[in-house]
């Protein structure tokens, strides 16, 4: 329901004798503050019904201003109904003249300002601070431990959910790094608790962490990361293993140690950089493997969501980047497991995914991929009988002429190389032990007829795992994941996906009418490159030139062609799927509009909310939504990559600067 629609049911008087109750429903669907003021200045009544909806989630950047400014700042109005409140902070150095220098002094005045409105939140549910402010001493996080501030959180009866995300993404010294913690004993009674990017020592942290989840017995989701340090010169960035390599096992024996204490019975676990699931005796060479640690902190049983880090890594700054080994058999027991997010999809992801996972429906990964990436022939091999949701991403490469020479011409890539052929040989042959995976049911919505046939009848697309297929006789810079996939995703219901509109359009579109279950879809444009998405060479249409019209042109094709979508996102624009009556007599079909989504109808849909990055805590997570970009600011962002270009055909880029852009 569209703001016109719904504010016109204040003309109808028989609609507003409708009971509160409903008419809270009615608020808690609409996502879009621009709605919710539409309805408000309708009518008295409207005003009465929704503006507890105004302020039901507040955003909050925290920028620097002049210290007087906030002692006389007002509060906005609305705050009682707040029940999600989320804290920005923003980079503070560079703000001269006027506003003065970012002084560590000055804390107390911005916390106090975020304390008035906490005082004001007596509906508040959950508390979300974000750290962006770029300080290398990370002074701001000494924010979070004025004393007020942690009286105000730790003595609330109705706060639940508390996500903490400090600033230390790449932590090069480790006594500024001190600063990215806080006392966490008095936090009780939560159901959800995040600390992204702490540090400190962990012979203190461990045991007050396992006070306050001693404290949480109710407990549903814990998310944890440590600060670390990055090559930053390594394509994807390698992750710099320190000291903190058997926090997360030292963490659960803790807690199992505590006789009194039962396993978590979590529905989400996210254990991002530094929180690594090694065996015993990766952790500590040549010592005897401990068995399994995890479940003395979680209940495999229970865990519905699991997002874990597993990107690439070193032990030092000069060694060459591995994947980090995971221990999957301390997740024996994941029957429930619904959602997996991983960092990379190796072959030991796909073994698990196809054995102890495969009750999984939504799969994540975090990582981009070149369209060389060997990794990428892991989905060929996916079984997975419930997948629904799929979101991946790409990185732009140049095209490839040989098996290691790399160039920007338009040739063809038809061959493999003897490496990758001898992967998927080894893949194939792994492939015989996994479990006989069930058909695969056609493409479309089955009625209860087709389901109960289903054993009487043969899938139109075989399982891998069952007969193995050949390598795809595909251009690799032209297919997508689709092309992968056993059944090219006949099953989705939500695919989120990189693609060069320009070369991979033909194909991917040839698979849209065989999604028939297909509800949402995203695509933006390969990372590692800046510019207008989609771009002009990729119009259809002539005289359709800007990024807008163009991805408005796109999505009316994409729906003609899969006609069960209900949004789609393309690169900075989203919509919904509207239906409407023709008023011509001669056409019996319904006429299609496309309805533009707010911002912050965009952060309500989790496909669309992702991050186009990985995030500093190396999981997967939501972005609200900023102001699009013009086509001018794009196209002044291409130039500057076209410079860098230039710069590297000339040799005046350093290496590390060619890998760190994607060249």
């Given at each position: ?582 008023t011509n007599r001669d056409i019996a079909t319904d006429l299609v509009d496309l309805l533009p989504l707010h911002p912050d109808e965009v952060a309500s849909i989790e496909l669309f909310a992702l991050g186009n990055f990985r995030s500093e805590n190396g999981l997967p997570m939501s972005e609200r939504p900023g102001t699009p970009m013009s086509d001018e600011e794009l196209n002044e962002a291409q130039r500057y990559s ?22």
């Open positions: 329901m569209n703001i016109m629609e719904i504010a016109a049911c204040a003309e109808l008087p028989h609609h507003l004798s409708l009971p509160p109750e409903i008419w809270s429903m009615v608020g808690e669907m609409i996502q879009s503050q621009d709605t919710i003021l539409a309805l408000i200045t309708t009518c008295r009544t409207f005003q009465d019904v929704f503006s507890p909806f105004l302020r039901r989630k507040f955003g909050f950047n925290l920028t620097a201003v002049p210290t007087v400014k906030l002692r006389r700042k007002a509060l906005p109005t609305g705050l009682q109904n707040t029940q999600d409140f989320e804290v920005l902070v923003e980079e503070f150095e560079g703000n001269k003249g006027p506003l003065g220098t970012y002084h560590e002094s000055q804390n107390g005045d911005y916390t106090s300002l975020v304390l008035r409105m906490l005082k004001e939140m007596t509906c508040l549910k959950s508390f979300r601070w974000i750290d962006s402010s770029f300080d290398e001493s990370y002074r701001l996080s000494l924010m979070l431990r004025d004393p007020e501030l942690l009286h105000a959180l730790k003595t609330s009866s109705t706060i639940k959910d508390v996500s903490i995300l400090f600033e230390s993404p790449y932590l090069d010294d480790p006594a500024d790094g001190m600063n990215c913690s806080i006392p966490l004993e008095g936090f009780k009674n939560l159901t959800s608790l995040e600390l992204y990017n702490f540090f400190g020592n962990p012979d203190s942290l461990i045991p007050d962490l396992v006070d306050v989840l001693e404290k949480c017995p109710r407990l549903k989701t814990l998310g944890l990361s440590w600060g670390c340090d990055y090559d930053c010169e390594t394509l994807p960035e390698a992750l710099l293993i320190g000291d903190e390599v058997d926090f997360l096992k030292t963490l659960c024996e803790n807690y199992g140690s505590r006789s009194r204490l039962s396993p978590l019975a979590l529905d989400t676990l996210r254990l991002g950089q530094g929180m690594y699931i090694f065996s015993s005796s990766i952790m500590h060479p040549g010592g005897k493997n401990q068995g399994k640690y995890l479940p003395e902190l979680v209940q495999m049983e229970t865990l519905k969501n699991l997002h874990l880090f597993n990107g690439p890594m070193k032990e030092d700054i000069y060694d060459d980047p591995e994947p980090l080994e995971v221990d999957w058999s301390q997740l024996e027991g994941c029957k429930s497991l619904q959602k997996l997010s991983v960092s990379i999809f190796d072959e030991e992801v796909l073994d698990w995914l196809n054995t102890s996972g495969n009750s999984v429906q939504d799969f994540i990964v975090t990582e981009h991929y070149s369209i060389y990436d060997e990794d990428l022939d892991n989905y060929k091999f996916l079984c997975l009988p419930q997948l629904s949701m799929l979101f991946l991403r790409e990185r732009t490469v140049s095209r490839r002429d040989g098996d290691d020479a790399w160039s920007d011409t338009d040739s063809s890539i038809t061959d493999f190389s003897e490496a990758e052929s001898e992967s998927v040989a080894e893949t194939t042959s792994r492939a015989e032990s996994w479990p006989k995976s069930p058909t695969l049911p056609k493409a479309g919505s089955p009625s209860e007829a087709e389901t109960t046939s289903d054993a009487e009848s043969t899938s139109e697309f075989e399982s891998p795992c069952r007969a193995g297929i050949p390598y795809l006789e595909l251009d690799r810079s032209t297919i997508t994941v689709l092309d992968r996939l056993s059944d090219h995703g006949a099953q989705l219901t939500r695919l989120g996906l990189c693609i060069d509109l320009e070369t991979q359009w033909t194909q991917f579109s040839s698979h849209l009418p065989q999604l028939r279950r297909l509800t949402q879809l995203r695509l933006d444009g390969k990372s590692h490159r800046t510019g207008q998405y989609p771009t002009k060479a990729s119009s259809l249409w002539p005289g359709v030139e800007t990024s807008k019209d163009i991805a408005y042109h796109y999505a009316i094709l994409i729906h003609s062609k899969c006609s069960s979508l209900q949004y789609i996102k393309i690169q900075q624009c989203a919509w919904q799927v509207l239906y409407k009556k023709s076209d410079e860098l270009e230039a710069a590297r055909r000339e040799g005046k880029l350093s290496p590390g600067t060619e890998e760190y852009l994607g060249y």
